[in-house]
Every structure is written in structure tokens, then in C-alpha cells.
């Protein structure tokens, strides 16, 4: 190991203290000769008298001035002087013709997982260290996250923020505080002549998703979502293109490989309203790459949660990837627009960001988050090559597991490092292998077979060669009060020195990025969530307050009849929207504090700072 030399060793001045030096630099400013003599000490008193007020005074000015500039500011764009500062669409102006917007979201990914992944990749790949993201070019300001009930957002909330353009609290489906539903960008799309697309790597169920086409009270009704996705919605059918996972939602509970409550096939009734329903590999390519495709299109393509990348690489003859599914949609999209005065709108998700985080596994992240960045890429190129005008704006609804680039495993001082190349060695995902170890374990009862199982499996699928019979025990346990993947995770984390807060969200800021600024003129900056959403219905001239209002004239529909509705709860104001939550549910102040703070631990055994199942 090369020692630790100092990067920047301290200059040394002439003979004197850091108090010469401030006289030096005194006498720089005021053109005096520094001079340690008291010979005009009267002059000297006055001079410094003066010289402070005249310190003072300026100071305040300064800040008067920085206040007044901020604001200014935070009205007009920045680069001003080469716009008009009345125009908030900045130098490109807002296109007035057919357009197309496409929107992505990176489920959970905040500042720190591009950090990493940045020099994860110089690392593999052997770049030099000025090599970045196609993300980190395309940067153009920050979003603020909180709901409006919680400092710290949930997906179901931080998403209703982009489709209504409006806060709602932890939970909520574009559905408001008082229960009614709001209008989104996708529905107003589509009212407006739009086609519209939706593309995923988790259920398309699932709270992100699910916000631009439905309208729940609770994220968890996804049978509900899933009805409405396909057009049980009280404006009819709104998505013209899904892809993604969350097929359980869509299959009856008679079948194999269904998690609705009921017996209803969404799949048969989908295809009933039109929809060309496509279910694996062979159905994707059959798409052409969308030169092959026709809309409406259903396309679920994994039961649950399509497999993490560092784990779908290796069944790609299974499972399309985020890039394959986004240019396909892309290019379905345009042609089906082809020929019409209306472009389209389509919010693509790099949803398992989120559930690395979630997992605190930092190898299955990486490989996210490159994933993600190869399909921005391919929307970049899309909007190059076409000859409609579009924007590309990606955001993150918030940041998952507190995630830091760096760990002190010790009560010594750490040292300053961490270090991608665990990350590389690692071949799969902790879900993967925790799966592999439960199969295992199912069959093989004998102690000996399980250990060199895990020894094994460490190896070959996380590239850990070192684990201590601790650790190795630990996994065996079948009395754990969470999940082993959390162990093998935070075996990994540990080793590359990668530190996590929490296996829920975070607070923190995210990023926003843009094919341009030029394009996207009013995101520069620090934004609230909400002024996303508001972008996206502005840039395509959308009235997202009309669909709201024609929702609200909605309050007593009733989809399908054979859906089970208890004819006793029809008259409930907005029944579709599911039952509404608790009375306790409905903060609107921030979340109250619940001295829960002691460190989780087993049994002091372990302590990996694990927390419960998300
Ligand atoms: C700026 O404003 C003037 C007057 O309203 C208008 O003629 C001009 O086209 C504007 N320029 C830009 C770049 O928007
Ligand atoms: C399947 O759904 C039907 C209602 O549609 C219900 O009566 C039945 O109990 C469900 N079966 C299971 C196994 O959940
Ligand atoms: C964009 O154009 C280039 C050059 O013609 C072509 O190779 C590429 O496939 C096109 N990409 C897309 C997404 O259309
Ligand atoms: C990665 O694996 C290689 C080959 O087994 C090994 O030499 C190297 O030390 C490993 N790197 C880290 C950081 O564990
Ligand atoms: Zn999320
Ligand atoms: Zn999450």
C-alpha cells in the first residue's frame, strides 16, 4: 500500500506567523508598509476606526445587495443579459409547434450514487479520472423533495409532485390531502391529442408509474392501479404504451404466478379494449424495435420487479433492459405520431435504483444507475435524430438509504478512501444471492453443506474471499429479524468502505439534468418538486386544472360492474378511489418525533446497523 503522503503540503511563508501574513495582506489592500512600530498611533486609532466603519458599511451594502440580487434571481433566469428577462423560456423559447416530452425518473438516486458510479466506471473500465457520466454533462439544477406530510418523501407522494404538480402527502396516487384526486400531465397529454407511454423496470404498478395514469388513496391498491391503467378510469383509456413488470397485477388469482386479490383477468379485458399484449423476450423483439409495434401496447415482461441489471445481464435473453425497452418506446411513439399534429409524452423510470438503495447493496446500484444513464443516452440521441422538437428532463423523486462515499469501520481515525474495486468483483445482486441461499437452505439441512454453501456463494457471487466465520454464521441464522440479504449487502458495503444511513429515504436534494438548458430554461437552478411538474405541463401547453375538475365531476363513478363493488358504498364520495386512510394518516405537519433512536441490533452479536424490512 503506497503511504500517505500529503497532497497539499503547507506553504511556508518568509520567517514570520500567520499574523505577518495578515498584515501582509493588509498592507496589499490599503497600499500601507506593514510596520510593527508605534511611532503614529494616533493616526493609526483613526485610520482603523475608519477603516472599520467603512468595513462595516460596505458589508452591509454587500448583502443588501446579494438579498436584492437574489431575488432577481430566483425571478428572471440566470444569463439574462442574453434573453429578455421577461421570457421564462430563455433563449430557446418555448417551441409553439408539435412536440414531445419526454420525462425521466430515477427512483431514489441522489447526488452520491452518481459519485460513485462515476468512479466505479473509470475504475473498470480503466478511464482517466476527468471521465464523467452522460448525466453529470447534462446537469441543470436541484430539486427539493419533502411531502407535505414529511420532511422525507415516499415514491407515491414525490411523483404525484411531478404528474399534478402539486404536494400530497406519503402514500397518495395523484390524490390531494382531502382525498380528491388531481389531474395529471399524462391524462391532460391525452386528452389534448398526446400519445402517451409509460416505461418501467419495476411493477408498472408500482407508486411512480401509477401516478400518471390512476388515482388511489394508498399506493398499496395496485390491483386498482392496474385497473385503471388499462382504462377502468373515469376518463377512459390515457396510456397508450406500458412497459415493464407487475404482471401479478393483470393475471387472475385462479392463475399461476397472480397476486390480485380477485378473480378478474386484466390481461383478457386489456386486450378486449384494444391493447396488443406482449409477455417475455420473444414478444419484446417481435416489437421490431418498435418499427413493428402497434398501440395501444401492454407490455409486462416480468411477474414482480424485472431483475436488477447486475443480475439481468446475464438473462438478457429473458428480460429487455431500461435501454431496449426506452428506444423501442421512443421509436413506437414517434411513428405512431408520425402523421399528427400532436407529439407525445412518456415518463420513463429507472425504478430499481431505489430498491439498491433500499437493500443498502452498492454493487446492484452501480449497475442501476449505469443502466439509467445509457437510457438518458438514448434519449439524447433519439431527440438529436428527430426531426420534432422535444425535451428531456430527468429527476429523482428522492434519495434512498443515505448513502455516503465513505465509512469509518473503526474507533480510529479512518483513513480517506473506499473502494470500487469490491464492487467490481461482485457478479450478482444481494437479492440474487440471498435467493440462491434460501433454495439452498430449503433442501439442504446438514450445517457443513450450508457453510461451504455460503462460503461459496460469497465468492463466486459477491467476490468475497475473506469472510469471517462471523459473518458466515450469521447468514446460517435462521432467527435474523431481517432479511440476509441485508447481511450480504452490508458485507460488501463494509469492505468497499461505503456507508448507508437507512434502508428508507432520504431528505436530501436531488439532481436535475436536461438535453438542455436552453430547452428547459425554468429548472435551472433549486426547484421544489412541484415546479417539475409544473414544467411538464407547461412545456406541452397542458391545463392540468381542467382535468382536475373534469376528475372531480367523477365523484360518483364506478368502474366495471363485475370489479365486486359493494353496492352499499357506491354513494361514498370518490369510492373509486379506494378506501381513504386513517384519520391518523392525514399530516399535514411534519412527522412527530418518536424516541425511537437506539441503535438496532440483535443480540450485540451483530451489528450491522440493519434496520427492518422496507
Ligand atoms: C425580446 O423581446 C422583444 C420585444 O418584446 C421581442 O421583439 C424579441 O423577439 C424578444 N427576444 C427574444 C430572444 O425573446
Ligand atoms: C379469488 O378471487 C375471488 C373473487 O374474485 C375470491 O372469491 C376468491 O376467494 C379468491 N381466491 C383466492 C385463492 O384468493
Ligand atoms: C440516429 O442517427 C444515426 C445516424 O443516422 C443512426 O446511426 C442512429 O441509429 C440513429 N438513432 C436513433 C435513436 O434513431
Ligand atoms: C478482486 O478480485 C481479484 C481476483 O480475485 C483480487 O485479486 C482482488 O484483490 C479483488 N479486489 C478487491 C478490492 O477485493
Ligand atoms: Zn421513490
Ligand atoms: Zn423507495
Same mark, same amino acid.
Given at each position: ?23 501582509? =495582506? ?5 497600499? %500601507? ?43 428572471? &433566469? ?7 428577462? +421577461? ?29 460513485? +458510479? ?11 479520472? @476527468? ?27 414525490? !411523483?404525484? !409532485? ?17 382525498? /380528491? &384526486? ?18 418501467? +423496470? ?29 382504462? #377502468? ?48 423476450? *420473444? ?8 418499427? @413493428? ?11 414482480? @420487479? ?17 435501454? %431496449? ?60 435524430? @428527430? ?17 455516503? /462515499? ?42 457443513? *453443506? ?22 458466515? #454464521? +450469521? ?42 438548458? *436552453? ?31 373534469? $376528475? ?28 381513504? $386512510? ?5 399530516? %399535514? ?6 424516541? #425511537?433512536? *437506539? ?12 434496520? =427492518?424490512?422496507?
Amino acid at each position: 500500500m503506497a503511504r500517505d503522503e500529503p497532497l497539499l503540503a503547507p506553504r511556508l511563508s518568509s520567517e514570520n506567523s500567520s499574523l505577518r501574513n495578515d498584515e501582509e =495582506e493588509d498592507a496589499l489592500l490599503t497600499g %500601507e508598509h506593514t510596520s510593527r512600530t508605534h511611532q503614529r498611533r494616533g493616526w493609526a486609532f483613526w485610520r482603523e476606526v475608519g477603516l472599520f466603519t467603512w468595513a462595516l458599511l460596505a458589508t452591509i451594502a454587500v448583502i443588501v445587495l446579494a438579498v436584492v440580487f437574489q431575488n432577481e434571481a430566483s425571478r428572471s &433566469p440566470p444569463d439574462s443579459d442574453h434573453s429578455n428577462a +421577461t421570457q421564462p423560456w430563455g433563449p430557446g423559447e418555448k417551441p409553439t409547434g408539435k412536440r414531445n416530452l419526454i420525462f425521466m425518473v430515477s427512483d431514489g438516486m441522489g447526488p452520491t450514487s452518481l459519485t460513485l +458510479t462515476r468512479s466505479f466506471r473509470q475504475f473498470t473500465e480503466g478511464l482517466p479520472i @476527468d471521465d464523467t457520466l452522460v448525466l453529470d454533462q447534462h446537469i441543470i439544477g436541484t430539486s427539493r423533495t419533502r411531502s407535505s406530510s414529511s420532511l422525507v418523501t415516499d415514491s407515491a407522494a414525490g !411523483a404525484t !409532485a411531478f404528474s399534478c404538480g402539486l404536494k400530497s402527502y406519503n402514500g397518495a396516487i395523484s390524490v390531494l390531502p382531502d382525498h /380528491s &384526486p388531481c389531474g395529471t400531465v399524462l391524462e391532460a397529454a391525452a386528452l389534448a391529442g398526446y400519445k402517451t407511454g409509460l416505461v418501467v +423496470t419495476t411493477r408498472i404498478t408500482d407508486a411512480t408509474p401509477a401516478c400518471f395514469a390512476s388515482h388511489v388513496n394508498l399506493r398499496q391498491y395496485e390491483d386498482r392501479i392496474a385497473e385503471q391503467e388499462i382504462g #377502468e378510469h373515469p376518463l377512459g383509456s390515457v396510456v397508450d404504451l406500458i412497459m415493464g413488470g407487475g404482471r401479478c397485477h393483470f393475471l387472475p388469482n385462479s392463475t399461476d404466478g397472480s397476486c390480485r386479490g380477485d378473480d378478474r383477468d386484466l390481461v383478457d379485458i386489456a386486450k378486449k379494449n384494444g391493447f396488443h399484449y406482449v409477455d417475455d423476450r *420473444k414478444g419484446f423483439d417481435g416489437l421490431g424495435g418498435g418499427s @413493428d409495434a402497434k398501440l395501444p401496447l401492454l407490455g409486462l415482461f416480468a411477474e414482480k @420487479d424485472i431483475p436488477y441489471e447486475i443480475d439481468r445481464r446475464t438473462q438478457d435473453d429473458v428480460y429487455p433492459s431500461l435501454e %431496449e425497452m426506452t428506444r423501442t418506446a421512443l421509436k413506437t411513439l414517434s411513428q405512431a405520431t408520425a402523421d399528427s399534429d400532436q407529439g407525445f409524452f412518456i415518463m420513463i423510470e429507472g425504478s430499481r435504483i431505489d430498491h439498491a438503495g433500499h437493500g443498502n447493496d452498492p454493487a446492484a446500484q452501480v449497475h442501476e444507475v449505469l443502466a439509467y444513464d445509457k437510457a438518458f443516452a438514448a434519449v439524447l440521441e433519439f431527440l438529436e435524430n @428527430d426531426s420534432t422538437p422535444g425535451v428531456l428532463v430527468s429527476t429523482s423523486d428522492h434519495e434512498t438509504g443515505g448513502l455516503a /462515499s465513505a465509512r469509518q469501520l473503526h474507533d480510529e481515525y479512518p483513513e480517506y478512501k473506499w473502494l470500487p474495486g469490491v464492487l467490481a468483483n461482485a457478479s450478482h445482486s444481494s437479492e440474487y444471492v440471498n435467493q440462491e441461499l434460501r433454495n439452498f437452505m430449503a433442501v439442504e439441512k446438514k450445517k457443513h *453443506k450450508q457453510k461451504k454453501f455460503v462460503t461459496k456463494l460469497l465468492e463466486d457471487g459477491l467476490g468475497i474471499t475473506d469472510a469471517t466465520d462471523e459473518e458466515v #454464521e +450469521t447468514l446460517l441464522r435462521q432467527d435474523l429479524p431481517y432479511s440476509h440479504q441485508y447481511v450480504f449487502a452490508d458485507i460488501i458495503s463494509r469492505r468497499a468502505q461505503i456507508g448507508w444511513s437507512t434502508h428508507g429515504h432520504s431528505g436530501v436534494d436531488v439532481n436535475i439534468y436536461a438535453s438542455s438548458t *436552453k430547452d428547459a430554461w425554468s429548472l435551472v437552478g433549486n426547484n421544489e418538486n412541484t415546479d417539475v411538474g409544473g414544467f411538464l405541463a407547461d412545456y406541452l401547453d397542458l391545463n392540468v386544472d381542467e382535468v382536475t375538475k373534469q $376528475l372531480r365531476e367523477s365523484e360518483g363513478w364506478t368502474w366495471d360492474s363485475k370489479a365486486g363493488v359493494e353496492s352499499t358504498s357506491i354513494d361514498q364520495p370518490f369510492h373509486w378511489l379506494g378506501d381513504p $386512510l386513517g384519520e391518523d394518516l392525514r399530516t %399535514e405537519g411534519l412527522d412527530t418525533y418518536h424516541h #425511537e433512536f *437506539k441503535k438496532r441490533s440483535v443480540d450485540g452479536e451483530l451489528d450491522c446497523g440493519c434496520g =427492518e424490512m422496507h
